[in-house]
């Protein structure tokens, strides 16, 4: 038995035991976990991190430009010097750095990586754009990165240990659950209820509504597509939230239109502050109280470039991050577009401004049995599954769905049971899913490609 089977046959294993206990012990199991993730992920140099991070919270823009190329610089020297890729890509481009791809990291990981599996922590990206990466992190760099969010979140009173409502990727229910029209676990140690986001459906919303006003949670967390689905059914089925309950939104993984922000905001009574970054580890774009939103130069170096990929107002997002030191990113497309600003702000934070992100506005699948599947959670299917090149999910039918799937040699029969599995488990039971093998996905006419083509929006 190999131990990648082991592995997954363990983590079955755990889910089958964990489905049937009582929910008393599966909130006690949650609770432990979370115990374990954060001793690891608030020790180290956690407080280390954050003591730097408060007391520099008000720099000028040239000491904070001055702490940027002090990092590139001790970080370009790490790179040279761990990763053989990037120091092969050096040497052909003539000791310069290229911009490289998703595809180029994903097809040249082991060569990227600078620490083994074993001593660093794995996450598994799904990501919008329909690419799988296995990144490794080191440990001070999580323990890093956590910092940078939590004193972005600090500004505005979270803590952890603060109640707080979290919609995430978490498949965390069972059957007996969803019968019981009981759609979330809670984290009774450290004060957070997770909220599915897999059963975001019509019949359902009045109970994500009617739970979280009985909850009051000070901070709500999480994709802003399910936050802002339960906001909607709350506004027109007459539901009043209380006032002053929660203190903050802010929202992970997906893009936040001024729609949803409205919604989200008037339902809430609160504001939403966003904050941009990405699994595989981008450097920080954070909002601000006066809602204006800030390249975090201590975090990495972000670049703007057009279609010949010369700096630009304008355009593609290019970053390298000083937190990847596991698995480094250097001059990276990121595969998202933004629009700086010459604006100042009179915040106190002196990084400078982005007008706006113009990501991949989120798309979503329809299951009649299940409601709306959002963009993190389609992306999330990609998650245990190797081989996948891209892949592209099309809805003509309210009851059926076409994936759209190119691989490579490493895509196995195994791969492919999971990656059905983790539609199935998204879509319900009754959805009938056609997996289609194509050699290529076209992107669309403006260059961008999209991982979902929902084509029944007229009918919801």
Not at 36 to 56: D, E, P, S, V
Not at 180 to 203: A, E
Not at 418 to 423: G, I, P
Request: glycine share 6%.
């Amino acid at each position: 038995m190999d131990g990648k089977f082991l592995s997954k046959y363990i983590e079955s294993m755990k889910e089958k035991i964990y489905k049937l206990l009582p929910v008393f012990l599966q909130n006690l199991l949650i609770s432990l976990y979370n115990f374990l993730a954060y001793r690891q992920r608030y020790g180290g140099k956690y407080n280390q991190f954050r003591g730097i991070l408060k007391g520099r919270d008000n720099l000028s823009l040239e000491e904070l430009k001055k702490i940027q190329t002090d990092r590139k610089k001790t970080f370009i020297e790490f790179v040279l010097e761990k990763s053989l890729f990037y120091k092969e890509l050096y040497i052909q481009n003539n000791n310069s750095f290229p911009i490289v791809t998703k595809e180029d990291i994903r097809l040249n990981i082991e060569k990227i990586y600078t620490i083994k599996k074993s001593e660093g922590l794995i996450s598994k990206t799904g990501g919008t754009t329909g690419k799988s990466l296995e990144v490794v992190n080191t440990k001070e760099g999580n323990q890093e990165r956590f910092a940078f969010l939590d004193n972005f979140r600090a500004k505005f009173g979270y803590e952890l240990g603060k109640k707080t409502a979290w919609f995430s990727g978490k498949a965390l229910l069972t059957g007996k659950d969803i019968q019981k029209k009981r759609f979330w676990k809670t984290d009774y140690l450290y004060r957070v209820r997770y909220y599915s986001t897999f059963h975001i459906k019509q019949s359902y919303l009045k109970y994500y509504v009617e739970n979280l006003i009985s909850y009051q949670p000070e901070f709500i967390v999480g994709f802003p597509s399910s936050i802002m689905e339960i906001a909607k059914y709350g506004i027109n089925n007459g539901y009043n939230f209380p006032a002053n309950a929660v203190k903050a939104i802010f929202p992970t993984s997906e893009t936040v239109t001024d729609e949803m922000r409205q919604i989200m905001e008037s339902f809430f009574k609160t504001n939403i502050y966003n904050q941009y970054a990405s699994s595989e580890g981008a450097p920080f774009i954070f909002e601000c109280k006066n809602h204006k939103l800030h390249l975090e130069l201590q975090s990495g170096i972000f670049e703007v470039v057009n279609e010949n990929s010369q700096p630009a107002k304008e355009g593609r997002l290019v970053v390298t991050s000083f937190t990847t030191q596991g698995t480094p990113l250097v001059r990276y497309d990121i595969g998202d577009t933004v629009e700086l600003s010459d604006e100042t702000c009179s915040c106190g934070n002196n990084n400078p401004l982005v007008k706006k992100i113009l990501g991949r506005i989120d798309d979503y699948v329809y299951s009649p049995e299940n409601g709306k599947i959002n963009l993190g959670n389609v992306s999330n299917t990609l998650k245990g599954v190797h081989g996948v090149c891209k892949f592209q999910a099309v809805q003509n039918e309210l009851d059926s769905i076409d994936i759209y799937i190119v691989i490579d040699r490493h895509f196995s029969e195994k791969d492919e049971t999971a990656f059905l599995s983790n539609w199935r488990e998204r879509l319900g039971k009754k959805m009938e899913i056609k997996l289609i093998k194509v050699d290529d996905i076209p992107h669309e006419k403006s260059g961008k490609y999209r991982i979902v083509k929902n084509n029944i929006k007229h009918l919801l």
